[in-house]
């Protein structure tokens, strides 16, 4: 979805070395979130966030940290990158809707093209 | 969360409906069915949802037991470009809006 953009891509990088993956979203939603896929896995939530000041860790969030910098952007960052953190890595936005009633509201993410990270 | 079990891998013709089961049976009153698909190493790509009654989209169609323990999600007519990683999810609708994935069915299009 073109709406929501990560950089880089595909990074390849050294045991040891800070990395930091951005993410950004054109849909003016509040909620941000990365998540990180395993090969012939689904997908593992890292952090997340409802608005700029509102951070959670998720399942998995040793060995990352996350910053976000306005509404916008979403940043994930492996202090002291390790190989087992080789993955595909992918931000989502929502926007939680309340239909008529209390049980009509639902959200939907909006994922991003995802990063490929290869920790050597 | 309720777990979910989805069948590792299902095939289907071309043109074919797609009929994917789900078996949620420690479903809450109050969880939803989420059903998201993931085209090789793409991000994942909403489909549609439910609490109890069957919905349908411009997309597929969705089929829930009337004691929710299991549903089904229908492509109608399959294409080679349905082939995908459907995802299963139930979900509580609360402020901590987290999906959790299982590993999915891997469905294969055929011509």
């Known amino acids: 979805d073109a709406d929501v953009t990560q950089t880089p891509r595909n990074r390849i990088t050294k045991t040891g070395k800070r990395i930091m993956l951005e993410c950004s979203q054109t849909k003016g939603h509040d909620r941000m979130y990365w998540y990180r896929q395993d090969p012939g896995l689904g997908l593992q939530l890292i952090y997340y966030s409802f608005d700029v000041k509102d951070i959670n860790k998720g399942e998995i969030s040793d060995g990352y940290s996350v910053s976000r910098q306005a509404q916008a952007k979403f940043s994930l960052s492996l202090e002291s990158a390790i190989p087992n953190q080789t993955a595909l890595y992918f931000c989502?936005?929502?926007?939680?809707?309340?239909?008529?009633?209390?049980?009509?509201?639902?959200?939907?993410?909006?994922f991003g093209p995802g990063t490929r990270l290869t920790v050597l | 969360d309720a777990k979910t079990t989805q069948p590792p891998s299902m095939d289907c013709a071309e043109g074919r409906a797609a009929n994917l089961p789900c078996n949620h049976s420690?479903?809450?009153?109050?969880?939803?069915v989420y059903w998201y698909r993931q085209i090789h190493s793409q991000g994942p790509q909403y489909i549609i949802h439910?609490?109890?009654n069957n919905e349908t989209n411009e997309m597929a169609s969705l089929i829930i037991t009337e004691d929710r323990k299991s549903s089904t999600l229908i492509l109608p007519h399959a294409t080679l470009r349905d082939t995908a990683v459907y995802y299963c999810i139930v979900r509580v609708r609360r402020n901590t809006d987290k999906l959790i994935f299982g590993t999915g069915t891997r469905l294969q299009v055929f011509p």
């Open positions: 989502a936005t929502s926007d939680l809707r309340t239909g008529g009633t209390l049980l009509a509201g639902y959200n939907e993410q909006f």
């Open positions: 420690t479903i809450s009153g109050n969880e939803y």
């Open positions: 439910g609490l109890k």
